[in-house]
C-alpha cells in the first residue's frame, strides 16, 4: 500500500536512498509475471495504468479502474502474492485524455475519472495537467497546470473521505515541468532543472491551500523529474551521474522521492546509480513488452528451425499477424513511427518505443501465439534454445525454468523486472520497512 512510499521518503530523509520499480502496462502476460515476480522477491510493487487506457468511462480498453483493479487482484490471488505488497497506481490523471472537450468538461471528467480511482483502491495519483486544453488561452501555463493540478487531489480527497472501507490516504506525485517535446534522434536527453523543481513545489503548494487541501499536500510523495535516461526508436541514454548530479544533490536528504519515467533498457549499473542518487521511483514499461515479444519472436525462429529440418514451411506466423494487426488499425502507432514504409515497417516490430504491445490483445494474434506455445509445449532442443534463447537454456540447465515456450516469455519479463528489484535495493524478503524496525 502507498505507505511504503511514505517509507521510502523517510529513509531518504534520513540519508538512505531505496527505491521501488513501477510497472506501467496492461498486458495480461506482463502483468501476471510481474506479480510473481514480486512474490518470488516477497517485495512490494508498483503497478500502474494510464487515465487514457482506464478511466470512468471505459478508456481505450473498455475498463473502468473497477474493473482493473478486480485483474489486478485476481493476477496477484493466482500467483499466491499478499495483496498488501501492490501498489495500484494511475499516470497521467487529468484533463489531457479528455482535452478536445475544452476545459471544463474536461476538468470534470478527469475529476470523475480520479474519485473513480480512488474509490476503488488506487492510491498513487500522478498528477498530469501540464497539457492544454482545446480553447485554453495564451495564459495557460505552470499556474493554471498546478491550479488544476489541486482541484483533481481535492476530487480524490473528497472520495477518499466518502469511500467505505477506505484503507490509507492517497499519495500524489506532481510533475515537476511543463511537458517536454518528444526526444528526438540526436538530441541529449533532458535534465530537470532544480530550480524548476522548487519554483513548481511553491505554485503546486499554494494551489493546494486554495484549495482547502493543505493537509494533502503531507501526502505528495514525489516529483516526475527527468534525470537523462531516455531513449528514442532506436537509440538509448545512458543514465550519466555526472550530468545529473546538480539535480541529486539539490533534494539530497529530501523532501521528495523523484520519479523518473523512460528508465527502460539502462543497464542494472546505470539502474542502480539512479537509486543511490535518490530518483527512488523507477518507471518501466515498454522494456517488459519488448522483452516478451522478442522471446515469442525468438520461439518462432525456433520453430521455424525446427520444421526446416523436416521440409515443411513455418506453421505459423506471428510476426505477420501481428503487423497486420497492426495495419489494420494503426491509431496506436501511427504518430510514433515515420518515415518510409520501409522503416515503419521495422518500427512497428523492432522500436524501442514498442507500440506492438497494444497489439497483442487482438484476436487474431492471441490466437497465433496461442499456436505458437502448443507448438512449443516441449521439451525443446536445447541446441536450438542454446542458438536462440541462451539465457533461457541457462535457467533450464541450472533447474530454474521448464524447457517450454509457454514460460520462456515471462522469464525474459522477469529478467528485466529483477533488474531493477536489485536495483532498488529489495534483496528478497526485503518489506521496506519503516525505519527504526532494526530491519533497515
Not at 47 to 59: E, I, Y
Not at 325 to 349: F, I, N, S, V
Request: a negative charge; one cysteine or more.
Amino acid at each position: 500500500m502507498p505507505d511504503r512510499l511514505i517509507t521510502l521518503l523517510d529513509q531518504r530523509r534520513l540519508g538512505t536512498n531505496r527505491g521501488l520499480p513501477s510497472v506501467r502496462t496492461t498486458h495480461p502476460g506482463v502483468l501476471a509475471a510481474a506479480v510473481r515476480v514480486a512474490r518470488d522477491w516477497d517485495a512490494p510493487l508498483i503497478l500502474a495504468c494510464t487515465c487514457s487506457q482506464v478511466n470512468h468511462l471505459g478508456g481505450y480498453l473498455g475498463r473502468t479502474p473497477a474493473e482493473h483493479r478486480e485483474r489486478l487482484h485476481t493476477l496477484a490471488v493466482q500467483a499466491d502474492l499478499d495483496l498488501g505488497a501492490l501498489i495500484l497506481g494511475v499516470d497521467h490523471l487529468g484533463p489531457g485524455a479528455f482535452r478536445h472537450d475544452g476545459p471544463a468538461q474536461a476538468m470534470e471528467k478527469a475529476a470523475q475519472t480520479a474519485r473513480a480511482f480512488v474509490t476503488a483502491g488506487f492510491r498513487k495519483l500522478h498528477m498530469d495537467t501540464g497539457h492544454p486544453c482545446n480553447g485554453d488561452g495564451p495564459d495557460f501555463g505552470p499556474a493554471v497546470a498546478a491550479r488544476r493540478a489541486a482541484q483533481l487531489c481535492r476530487a480524490a480527497e473528497e472520495a477518499y473521505a466518502a469511500a467505505p472501507l477506505a484503507g490509507a490516504a492517497p499519495v500524489y506525485v506532481l510533475d515537476a515541468e511543463m511537458p517536454a517535446p518528444a526526444l528526438l534522434p540526436g538530441q541529449q536527453a533532458p535534465i530537470t532543472d532544480p530550480e524548476t523543481v522548487f519554483r513548481t513545489a511553491d505554485l503546486h503548494r499554494e494551489a493546494f491551500e486554495a484549495e482547502g487541501i493543505a493537509g494533502a499536500w503531507e501526502r505528495v510523495v514525489a516529483f516526475r523529474v527527468r534525470c537523462g535516461a531516455d531513449f528514442t526508436e532506436s537509440a538509448i541514454h545512458r543514465y550519466n551521474p555526472r550530468r545529473s548530479l546538480p539535480l541529486a544533490r539539490a533534494f539530497r536528504g529530501g523532501p521528495w522521492l523523484f520519479e523518473v519515467p523512460f528508465t527502460d533498457y539502462q543497464s542494472p549499473a546505470s539502474l542502480r546509480e539512479m537509486v543511490e542518487d535518490g530518483f527512488g521511483i523507477l518507471q518501466v514499461g515498454p522494456w517488459l513488452t519488448y522483452a516478451w515479444r522478442e522471446a515469442v519472436f525468438a520461439l518462432e525462429d525456433l520453430v521455424r528451425d525446427m520444421t526446416r529440418l523436416e521440409g515443411e514451411p513455418g506453421p505459423v506466423q506471428v510476426r505477420e499477424v501481428l503487423d497486420q494487426a497492426m495495419r489494420r488499425d494503426p491509431a496506436r502507432w501511427k504518430d510514433h513511427h515515420r518515415g518510409t514504409p520501409r522503416e515503419q515497417a521495422y518500427a512497428r516490430l523492432f522500436s524501442y518505443f514498442d507500440r506492438s504491445r497494444y497489439y497483442w490483445t487482438d484476436p487474431a494474434v492471441e490466437r497465433e501465439v496461442e499456436a505458437l506455445f502448443e507448438l512449443t509445449e516441449g521439451p525443446l532442443p536445447l541446441q536450438l534454445l542454446s542458438h536462440h534463447l541462451p539465457q533461457a537454456l541457462e535457467a533450464v540447465l541450472d533447474g530454474h525454468l521448464e524447457a517450454s515456450g509457454r514460460a520462456i516469455p515471462p522469464f525474459a519479463v522477469s529478467q528485466v523486472l529483477g533488474s531493477y528489484f536489485e536495483a532498488c535495493q529489495l534483496h528478497k524478503g526485503d518489506k521496506v520497512d519503516p525505519p527504526g524496525s532494526g530491519n533497515n
